[in-house]
């Protein structure tokens, strides 16, 4: 049996082996930059931290949890909420990543929020992401997270790219834009394969290989990087 036949067989086996190991390598990053915060005190760490939680937690519910409950047969509305919050972490842990760019252009002097996952600022990215999983969820599509994750990330990858060019000796830096720019990438192809084809076993192994190797990118940057 080659790897292809063994996979389709064991599709739900491989989402959770897939799931957790991206929760893992979600959860290492947030281990390393939490450390590095506190350290550092830098803002901008706390709020890239924020985002790998939420792409973890989001991870962990749709590939391990929602396997859990087809395999035991749970209701359908089981799998349909947990749908909803893959979407929904998925969005915010995007609004993170672009909002660690750019809070130094938001907050003041005067903004010392003791909690970065819960104040004001951060509350419009939560309603946002609660407009955008309700449209999806109305008008039973995926094109809304889709479209405002190739925005968050196109935005990204051109403020990385200022940043990088302002200051080129940084080597983070580099790897911050070389990151969002395959993080872009791979919203586009995710975009096009789930409105324009029907997902197979072939296409989402493809996926979860992406997938996988974005965020082990962003792994070996954080461990790279908080090694120094």
């Not at 985002?51 to 590939?63: C, D, E, I, Q, V």
């Not at 929602?66 to 995007?94: C, H, P, W, Y």
């Not at 809304?144 to 060019?165: E, G, K, P, W």
């Not at 983070?172 to 789930?194: C, G, P």
């Amino acid at each position: 049996m080659d790897l292809l036949a063994w996979a389709i067989i064991n599709k739900e086996a491989l989402k959770i082996l897939y799931g957790l190991i991206i929760t893992l390598i979600c959860f290492i990053i947030v281990l390393r930059t939490h450390k590095l915060y506190r350290i550092s005190l830098h803002k901008g760490i706390r709020y890239f931290r924020n985002a790998f939680f939420f792409y973890g937690t989001g991870f962990f519910a749709k590939y391990v949890l929602e396997s859990l409950a087809f395999i035991f047969r749970m209701d359908n509305v089981v799998t349909q909420i947990i749908s909803i919050l893959f979407k929904f972490f998925l969005v915010m842990a995007g609004f993170f990543l672009v909002y660690s760019l750019l809070w130094k252009k938001i907050e003041t002097s005067k903004d010392d929020y003791s909690s970065s996952l819960f104040n004001l600022k951060i509350s419009i990215f939560y309603i946002m992401a609660i407009i955008i999983v309700i449209l999806d969820s109305v008008w039973l599509t995926h094109f809304f997270t889709f479209a405002s994750q190739i925005i968050v990330f196109a935005l990204a990858s051109i403020i990385s790219l200022v940043n990088y060019q302002r200051n080129p000796q940084r080597q983070f830096l580099k790897f911050y834009f070389i990151a969002m720019v395959l993080s872009l990438i791979a919203w586009l192809l995710n975009a096009f394969i789930a409105l324009y084809f029907q997902l197979n076993s072939v296409i989402s192994i493809s996926i979860f290989l992406i997938n996988t190797l974005i965020f082990l990118l962003f792994l070996y940057g954080v461990v790279k990087f908080t090694n120094k």
